[in-house]
């Protein structure tokens, strides 16, 4: 039987399990002077044995299907005549991968040697036999846990504090959730990171002003000094980043202030969709707007001046980026400013403040963290974008300062370096994960830096 | 019978609070056709006087023709039922129901001779000649001395940092509030505790030295011990101020209060010496909400 299905029936007698528990409780209630006299509502009661019935067996369930396969296909490789067995672990990994391929038919049998096909029978074979064990035991826990659970049910039972226990312990998981998945995504490019080191110092990347990933396949390859020097990738993300911030903070913040504190109800309804759509639109299409709209315009503008731009430009990606964030900061931060209690504003009013004195004094400092909350949402998106500055950037690793030239980002340099056939032997490959990391560190870095800056200049009010 | 200002005896009254539902004229719950102020509305030094006052909310009017004067250096008390107007009638005389949207105001309201809603006023230097205490503490999340600081910084009030420090140590001990937190003024104003936090916001109402002081149910949320300070405290500056404050408690408008007026569903029904209001009302409206007929 397949796991879906013994999940459904699993379902099915945890439901039976909660009438079944609801019912003994409100059979015992009729003995009593009604539902007043159990400790909780026959609901909980329910509830109590449909998890008694459900959770263990559930888990069991979960653990049985996520250890199957690879319990039985060691069980079948043990099985192997041992002069067939390879004693390298990547051709051991190989063999065990056609024999499963094989018993599931994916490989054609003809022309495979004899004791393959008799290996790829054995584990059909046990892998019907586990199928059906598992359906076996796990109703058969689900039953005995309907039957403990449904014995417990009781009039002085505490079913209500037991079910908002298990609540807690369910909320616990998921809060665990968020955080082994951040763990579990830092490990993975640790672990890449550690490789590339191997090979690239460490001071060599993180201090080194020349970045140029192209690693040689023949010596006498030209251009591929291989040099993976961090700097002139950070130094291109820091210049876009601060050009969107530039122009998205001013503008973010002071529509919100506008929305927030000027803007009449029906102006409101229409300009906060409004600006928001902003953040509907797909980078791609930011991409191209910079690339081909805006970043010729400024190379046009600033030919007029008498300066050189490049026609890919850091300020291009940066503008057009700044626009795409704008509905980031200005949504938050309307959402703060109008969480405000209008008592502090009418305190300001009635000192003689006007509208203005009150928002730059009263309204701003007291919305400050949320502000400042909504900005560095605002940066780690600008740092983390990628399609933008592709387009509008250009790809050349140029250590500058300048926003008129062209540079290029860490996300950029990791898409280039993910895409297409890679080797995940080659340092080329591997500075993405080194990348990532400096990126993540980065990040991590700056939030530290908000929330510290915010504890100290928060104005709380209540 | 609907002309209520003749009303006076106590057997009406009775009777009107016994069976408000026979439709007798003064039945708690419907306002009166017709309808006069009656009491001493009128003072002669009067600071602030108020002339066939009307103000609704959109559709909904919830202040209906109020004339009264509030006379200079005068405590007087609001009292009535919750939702009879009070507030609203107290926030009209600083304007701040601007702020509230749909509101608007009729009649005339002068201070000094000056009419208020004139469009040639400037709303900003009227609330600074009237300040205002709310119901509910509302210090600014800033600093006891930059709470205290902020009418004379936005004003221009003090020149240097020593006339500021002065105004902010003035104004705080005017609100006996000094000795209690000379030695934190730099800490958050929001870390005192309620009754604290109202005498801060009375030390940031006169810190601007307003001529009237409007105070909105000032002690509600507060416990008897720091309502007596407060009460105290209105003593004191009424020597110095103008003072017009509702209050829910009775009481407290006996306590503090040189005249009295009440107020029925956003009608003034009786002005008077506050000492007469509560020994010899001359309404049978005010006599029954005196007495705890109801409200």
Known sequence: MQASNVFFLLMGLATLGFYLGRGRSLALAKDLRGIRDLHSLPNYYGYYTALWCGLPALLLLCIWVVADGSVLTGVVMESLPSAELPSDSVEYTLLANKISNLSIGVLPSAGQPDFLLDAAQQLRYLTQLSSWIMAVAVLALAMVGLIWGRAAVSANFRARQRVEKVVQYALFACACLAIFTTLGIVLSVLFESLQFFKSVPVADFVLGLDWSPQTAIRADQVGSSGSFGAVPLFAGTLLVSVVAMFIAVPIGLMSAIYLAEYANRSVRAYAKPALEILAGIPTVVYGFFAALTVAPYIRDVGEGWGLSVSSESALAAGAVMGVMIIPFISSLADDVISAVPQAMRDGSLAMGATHSETIRRVVIPAALPGIVAGIMLAVSRAIGETMIVVMASGMAANLTFNPLDSVTTVTVQIVTLLTGDQEFDSPKTLAAFALGLMLFIVTLILNIVALQVVKRFREQYE | ?295
């Open chain 2, 1 to 295: 019978m609907n002309t209520t200002a003749t009303l006076g005896t106590d057997n009406m009254a009775m009777a009107a609070v016994k069976k408000p539902t026979e439709g007798t004229d003064v039945s708690p719950f419907e306002l009166a056709a017709e309808h006069a102020t009656v009491g001493s509305f009128e003072v002669e030094n009067a600071k602030m006087s108020i002339k066939n006052v009307n103000v609704y909310y959109g559709d909904k009017q919830a202040i209906f023709d109020v004339s009264v004067d509030i006379g200079k250096n005068e405590v007087i008390a609001m009292i009535g039922p919750s939702g009879c107007g009070k507030s609203t009638f107290l926030r009209a005389l600083n304007r701040m129901n601007d702020t509230v949207d749909g509101c608007r105001v009729e009649g005339d309201i002068r201070m000094d001779g000056q009419d208020l809603y004139s469009p040639k006023l400037d709303v900003v230097e009227l609330r600074a000649r009237v300040g205002m205490v709310f119901q509910k503490p509302n210090p600014f999340p800033k600093s006891i001395y930059d709470n205290v600081a902020y009418g004379p910084k936005i004003h221009g009030l003090a020149d240097t940092r020593v006339d500021l420090d002065e105004i902010v140590e003035r104004s705080l001990r005017r609100a006996s509030l000094w000795d209690e937190v000379k030695d934190r003024l730099y800490q958050a104003g929001t870390g005192l505790s309620g009754g604290q936090q109202q005498r801060l916001c009375i030390a940031r109402a006169i810190a601007v030295s307003p001529e009237v002081i409007l105070m909105d149910e000032p002690c509600s949320a507060l416990d008897p011990i720091a309502t007596a300070r407060i009460e105290e405290l209105i003593e004191e500056l009424s020597q110095n101020f103008t003072i017009a404050i509702v209050t829910h408690s009775m009481q407290q408008a006996a306590r503090v209060s040189q005249r009295t007026a009440y107020f029925h569903l956003g009608q003034l029904i009786e002005v008077n010496p506050t000492e007469q209001v509560f020994t010899m009302p001359e309404h049978a409206l005010t006599e029954s909400y005196i007495t705890g007929r109801f409200g």
